[in-house]
């Protein structure tokens, strides 16, 4: 397998996954629009060989297709799968070699290797102004790194098996910090750096972070992987590139010696600059919040080294791909993390972190002389309580009872649930709680609801297949388009305020109840652009998910409580943008034009399909 980033790109290119892009192409933006049209044409690798300002190589869309990283995993990836099925205990192939043969010499081979210094690959220091300053945006606050591996030590018990290796956002440039002194540092607080620094500040000291970036592509992929506990990101980067994760330490910072590039510096306690903004995977901008930033000790480069870059936007983009390569490895994981539930979708349409769509098992309902959601609404609170998972917004979960069902297949799997849920007892909300800090749908930084949609038992109601004449021609809510069997979405007017919004779909609900009982249509979208919010599913998905709070933004035809629980006879969502909502990503028309050199006849990518 790879030791470097160069036997990669060679190795790609020579099976024909990558082509080279010579003419000189901007950082600002214009890198970033050739790598979304090429991943969007289902493209190969980039290897920009002339970025502007620079003198060093970048390279993108590595991991755009799953062919490609399963492809650049090719020796490896059985190995990994065999250790990640232990996942209860997976250095136990290093406790019992013998019993798990195969397995623990993958392993044994995956531990960390210390040398020492920095190497002699890192042998030169640059300054962050030397670097490949990519800004993907017309709206973001700067340069970013977007494939960094951001290591940091527990300060209570130091040491690399004890370490952390996270993919946290890093602004290069901007805002306020001083070039080449100072780097932004973006990270949710319960992760595993955000928790190092917490220890480091109670103990009045400075946390010492290190970012690698290139290396191995097996490096990159292992700063993203949910790892079970016990095993390191370090020795997971060792197993799945095939060899051993080789670092050193100069001046107290941990150095990779397989990184293409080392930015060290330190995190002080109580120190923060505005970070952002930055567009970002729900489609639209993560804006300008206070985060820690790094005081740059130094920064090292090997004399040929290659900066690897990715773009994310409104997916599918590149992170879709290293999910669907991270669900390959993983398997049945999230099985044995919570028996009973089969599968956890996060649809990916949706930004991930919105929408969650389970199977689980129903085993309660023998004891029961209805069949009614049970035990699915305890796995519910297991899912939202796991991981990344507790970041969801929404979820839907089910149980097969006489039809087969999966969650992969997003628009069968809802009209399953539209089918059978009870409105009435079925919708079970979580109010002021945490969400996804890149949402910005609830009522502050990391503040938000959840909604859980639970349905078992037989079929309740045959959903409308075209848009049922009572939901056409309300006044104020024209243009009624239908978004699947069973759900309609209808144009409102912009929205003004929370208080405007309860007077209007109050309104709204009133009207559609003297027209008469609508049980063939339980859900209905609010919407700015009902054209827009129909012309495919995944718009639906995106609009109706991203743009909604659910304690705020969910309404109902009839709606009323009975012992703290709310419920109603057709539900509505309003998905319309509100004035606190961050703007979405749009591109820089003349950029756009401007990089099309490059797919004409004789350039770089002509033999790309746009």
């Not at 973006?186 to 190092?196: A, D, K, L, S």
């Not at 709310?566 to 749009?586: S, Y």
């Given at each position: 397998m790879y030791r470097n980033m160069e036997e990669c790109v060679a190795d790609l290119e020579r099976h024909g996954h990558l082509v080279r892009i010579k003419e000189e192409v901007d950082p600002y933006l214009e890198m970033a629009s050739i790598h979304l049209k090429v991943y969007e044409a289902g493209g190969p690798a980039l290897?920009?060989?002339?970025?502007?300002?620079?003198?060093?190589?970048?390279?993108?869309?590595?991991?755009?297709?799953?062919?490609?990283?399963?492809?650049?995993?090719?020796?490896?990836?059985?190995?990994?799968?065999?250790?990640?099925?232990?996942?209860?205990?997976?250095?136990?192939?290093l406790k019992r070699p013998f019993g798990h043969l195969a397995t623990g010499i993958a392993a044994t081979k995956a531990l960390p290797a210390k040398k020492n210094g920095r190497g002699s690959s890192l042998s030169q220091e640059i300054r962050i102004s030397d670097?490949?300053?990519?800004?993907?945006?017309?709206?973001?606050?700067?340069?970013?790194?977007?494939?960094?591996?951001?290591?940091?030590?527990?300060?209570?018990?130091?040491?690399?098996?004890?370490?952390?290796?996270?993919?946290?956002?890093i602004q290069l440039t901007g805002n306020e910090y001083a070039l080449n002194?100072?780097?932004?540092?973006?990270?949710?607080?319960?992760?595993?750096?955000?928790?190092?620094?917490?220890?480091?500040?109670?103990?009045?000291?400075?946390?010492?972070?290190?970012?690698?970036?290139?290396?191995?592509?097996?490096?990159?992929?292992s700063a993203v992987m949910p790892l079970p506990e016990g095993l390191s990101e370090m020795t997971f980067a060792g197993l799945l590139a095939g060899r051993r994760f080789r670092y050193g330490y100069e001046d107290g910072y941990c150095i990779s010696h397989d990184a293409d590039f080392v930015i060290t510096g330190e995190l002080r306690p109580n120190e923060t600059k505005p970070e952002g903004p930055f567009g970002d995977h729900l489609g639209y901008y993560s804006l300008t919040h206070p985060f820690p930033y790094l005081h740059v000790h130094k920064v090292y480069a090997k004399p040929n080294a290659i900066w690897p870059f990715t773009v994310v936007g409104r997916p599918p983009q590149e992170d879709t791909s290293f999910g669907a390569l991270i669900h390959e490895l993983t398997g049945d994981a999230i099985k044995q993390e919570i028996p009973g539930v089969e599968e956890v979708h996060a649809v990916d349409a949706a930004g991930v972190h919105p929408l969650l769509l389970a199977l689980g098992s129903e085993r309660y309902t023998p004891y029961q002389q209805v069949k009614q959601?049970?035990?699915?609404?305890?796995?519910?609170?297991?899912?939202?309580?796991?991981?990344?998972?507790?970041?969801?917004?929404?979820?839907?979960?089910?149980?097969?009872?006489?039809?087969?069902?999966?969650?992969?297949?997003?628009?069968?799997?809802?009209?399953?649930?539209?089918?059978?849920?009870?409105?009435?007892?079925?919708?079970?909300?979580?109010?002021?709680?945490?969400?996804?800090?890149?949402d910005y749908s609830g009522t502050g930084l990391n503040s938000g609801s959840k909604v859980v949609f639970a349905a078992y038992g037989e079929k309740k109601r045959e959903l409308c297949s075209e848009v049922p004449a009572a939901l056409r021609e309300l006044r104020g809510f024209p243009q009624a388009r239908l978004i699947m069997p069973g759900a309609v979405a209808l144009q409102g007017p912009a929205f003004a305020s929370y208080a405007e919004a309860e007077r209007e779909l109050g309104l709204l609900g009133e009207a559609i109840r003297e027209r008469g009982a609508l049980p063939e249509c339980p859900l209905i979208v609010i919407c700015d652009d009902s054209d827009f919010m129909t012309a495919k599913f995944d718009n639906f998905l995106w609009a109706a998910f991203t743009r909604s709070n659910p304690s705020h933004d969910i309404h109902g035809?009839?709606?009323?409580?009975?012992?703290?629980?709310?419920?109603?006879?057709?539900?509505?969502?309003?998905?319309?943008?509100?004035?606190?909502?961050?703007?979405?990503?749009?591109?820089?028309?003349?950029?756009?034009?401007?990089?099309?050199?490059?797919?004409?006849?004789?350039?770089?990518?002509?033999k790309v399909r746009l």
């Open positions: 290897l920009f060989e002339n970025v502007k300002g620079s003198k060093y190589r970048a390279v993108s869309n590595l991991f755009g297709t799953l062919e490609r990283s399963k492809f650049m995993f090719r020796d490896t990836l059985d190995g990994v799968r065999r250790v990640m099925d232990l996942r209860g205990d997976p250095m136990k192939a670097l490949p300053l990519i800004q993907s945006w017309p709206m973001d606050g700067g340069a970013f790194v977007t494939l960094p591996q951001v290591y940091s030590e527990d300060p209570a018990k130091p040491g690399i098996m004890n370490a952390n290796l996270g993919m946290y956002r002194g100072e780097v932004g540092v973006h990270y949710q607080i319960h992760r595993g750096i955000g928790v190092h620094q917490q220890k480091a500040s109670k103990r009045g000291e400075p946390l010492k972070v290190s970012i690698f970036i290139g290396g191995p592509p097996a490096h990159t992929l959601p049970t035990e699915l609404l305890t796995l519910a609170s297991r899912i939202l309580g796991t991981g990344q998972l507790s970041l969801a917004k929404y979820l839907f979960i089910t149980a097969e009872d006489d039809v087969p069902v999966t969650t992969h297949r997003e628009a069968e799997f809802m009209g399953y649930m539209l089918e059978r849920m009870d409105l009435g007892r079925d919708v079970h909300f979580h109010t002021n709680t945490t969400i996804d800090t890149l035809v009839n709606a009323r409580y009975e012992h703290k629980h709310w419920g109603c006879d057709n539900l509505i969502i309003d998905a319309r943008l509100k004035p606190h909502h961050a703007p979405p990503l749009v591109p820089d028309p003349d950029v756009e034009k401007r990089v099309m050199r490059l797919f004409a006849k004789g350039g770089s990518l002509d």
